[in-house]
């Protein structure tokens, strides 16, 4: 089992910046994915970017590719989402997770509880 606790949302302006953390605990990651994704009331979870653990290579979506940098701190069993240029349609509750997939929700066995991030215009 692997428990996840995202932190770091919060309300900013557009073009602010914010970094999201996803703690990782219960066993060590090794070869999944982590991947964040993001929910806008009334919308489907939308992917956002996903990073592999053991090599860190990196797959973002195309809404937030060129503004929005996954890493992971693998002694801290952390991943990160730093997220610049903010916009207004940035605005949704954002999720982190561990799985398989790379860019499908289903794929992904375990979720954080999610962290909501507000961008004001």
């Known amino acids: 089992q692997v428990q996840l606790v995202e932190s770091g949302g919060g309300l900013v302006q557009a073009g602010d910046s914010l970094r999201l953390s996803c703690a990782a605990s219960?066993?060590?990651?090794?070869?999944?994915?982590m991947g964040w994704f993001r929910q806008a009331p009334g919308k489907e979870r939308e992917f956002v970017a996903t990073i592999t653990w053991s090599d860190g290579g990196t797959f973002y979506g195309d809404s937030v590719n060129g503004r929005f940098t996954i890493s992971r701190d693998i002694v801290r069993s952390t991943g990160y989402l730093q997220m610049n240029s903010l916009k207004p349609e940035d605005t949704a509750v954002y999720y982190c997770a561990v799985g398989w997939a790379t860019i499908s929700k289903s794929g992904y066995r375990y979720w954080g509880q999610g962290t909501q991030v507000t961008v004001s215009s």
């Open positions: 219960g066993r060590t990651l090794s070869t999944e994915n």
